[in-house]
C-alpha cells in the first residue's frame, strides 16, 4: 500500500469514528434508521477538515481557474478546498435572493 493510500484510509477511519452515529434517527425521507453519518461533525473539526480538503484539493484538474460549492451542503468542504489550492470559490445557491448580493 502507497503512503498515500494509508493516509487515506486512515482519514476514511477518522472520519467515520467523528460522524457515524448510531441509535434512532428519522431520516428526511420520513423513514428511520439505527445508524447514521453525521458530516456537520467533521465539518466542524478544523483538523479533520483540513486533512479532507488536502485530499480533495488533489483531485481538482490543473487547468481549474474556480470552485463551486452548493449553500450549505458544501460549503465548509469547498472553503478547505479553496484555501488548499488558492482557487476562489463560488457559493451556489438554490434560488435566488431578493436581496443583496
Given at each position: 500500500?502507497?503512503?498515500?493510500?494509508?493516509?487515506?484510509?486512515?482519514?476514511?477511519?477518522?472520519?467515520?469514528?467523528?460522524?457515524?452515529?448510531?441509535?434512532?434517527?428519522?431520516?428526511?425521507?420520513?423513514?428511520?434508521?439505527?445508524?447514521?453519518?453525521?458530516?456537520?461533525?467533521?465539518?466542524?473539526?478544523?483538523?479533520?477538515?483540513?486533512?479532507?480538503?488536502?485530499?480533495?484539493?488533489?483531485?481538482?484538474?490543473?487547468?481549474t481557474q474556480r470552485l463551486a460549492a452548493p449553500e450549505?451542503?458544501?460549503?465548509?468542504?469547498?472553503?478547505?478546498?479553496?484555501?488548499?489550492?488558492?482557487?476562489?470559490?463560488?457559493?451556489?445557491?438554490?434560488?435566488?435572493?431578493?436581496?443583496?448580493?
Amino acid at each position: 500500500m502507497k503512503a498515500g493510500e494509508a493516509d487515506l484510509r486512515e482519514l476514511g477511519r477518522d472520519l467515520v469514528k467523528a460522524s457515524y452515529l448510531k441509535g434512532d434517527f428519522v431520516l428526511r425521507s420520513g423513514r428511520r434508521s439505527n445508524r447514521y453519518f453525521d458530516k456537520f461533525l467533521f465539518e466542524t473539526d478544523p483538523v479533520l477538515l483540513k486533512r479532507l480538503g488536502h485530499h480533495l484539493a488533489e483531485l481538482v484538474p490543473n487547468a481549474t481557474q474556480r470552485l463551486a460549492a452548493p449553500e450549505l451542503g458544501a460549503v465548509l468542504l469547498g472553503g478547505a478546498v479553496s484555501m488548499e489550492t488558492g482557487l476562489p470559490l463560488l457559493l451556489v445557491r438554490k434560488e435566488a435572493k431578493g436581496y443583496g448580493t
